[in-house]
């Protein structure tokens, strides 16, 4: 089945305790993002990716990391998880720009 | 910098009622406008998108978003409403021209009622 998938989808953790958030897709789609999604704000883009190696800060980068060493895998990062982070995080990818994108089930951050 | 504005917080239908949840955007030029769903515990799905062609679009579930260059706007549609379509929708916006940079609304909470 052709899908993006999340790990984990719920996670509470202490200020300062380094997490990621492993993302995966199986539909070698090039491009994948990551957004936060908050009550009255709607999703924003963290980081998005358009190939292997080319990634690039989306609205609101500040406190995350990214990584995308092969195509199918984008973790993202927490180097010191703060509580203004918890969230509810989505990873998506799409085969190209103006494709749409597939989104993952969601993993729900909660920091302490 | 590129914009989308979904006036509507909340709506609520009764069931077999029309529905249109309105969409505006901001953009230099012709973007990538799509319309997402999204139900209780779920992730997004995507419901339709438009770029060129067609300014009628017609997507899953059965509804339709329709393109207006003039008002900067891209509404979704659907002719009569089942309780199953009880979900928050997002109208998002993707440059065009190999830009990944996606912005979405805050969304429109969809209540059915009997």
């Known amino acids: 089945e052709a899908q993006v998938t999340q790990n984990p989808r719920y996670l509470i953790t202490v200020t300062g305790k380094k997490l990621t958030v492993t993302c995966s897709q199986n539909m070698n789609h090039e491009y994948m993002s990551w957004y936060r999604q908050d009550p009255g704000l709607g999703l924003r883009q963290i980081y998005y990716s358009m190939n292997v190696e080319v990634t690039d800060k989306g609205d609101v980068p500040e406190g995350y990391k990214v990584s995308r060493k092969e195509k199918r895998n984008f973790p993202l990062i927490l180097e010191s998880p703060s509580p203004n982070q918890t969230s509810l995080y989505f990873c998506?990818?799409?085969?190209?720009?103006?494709?749409?994108?597939?989104f993952g089930s969601g993993t729900r951050l909660t920091v302490v | 910098a590129q914009s989308v504005t979904q006036p509507d917080i909340h709506i609520t239908v009764s069931e077999g009622a029309s529905l249109e949840l309105r969409c505006n955007y901001s953009y230099g030029a012709t973007p990538y406008l799509f319309w997402y769903v999204q139900s209780p515990g779920q992730g997004l799905q995507l419901l339709l998108k438009?770029?060129?062609?067609?300014?009628l679009v017609q997507g899953i579930k059965g509804f339709e978003a329709e393109f207006k260059r003039s008002q900067s706007s891209f509404n979704l549609r659907k002719p009569s409403v089942h309780w199953s379509d009880a979900a928050e929708y997002f109208c998002a916006v993707v440059g065009s021209g190999g830009y990944q940079k996606v912005t979405f609304g805050t969304g429109t909470k969809l209540q059915v009622i009997p």
């Open positions: 438009y770029f060129s062609g067609d300014t």
């Open positions: 998506a990818s799409s085969l190209y720009e103006g494709n749409g994108y597939t």
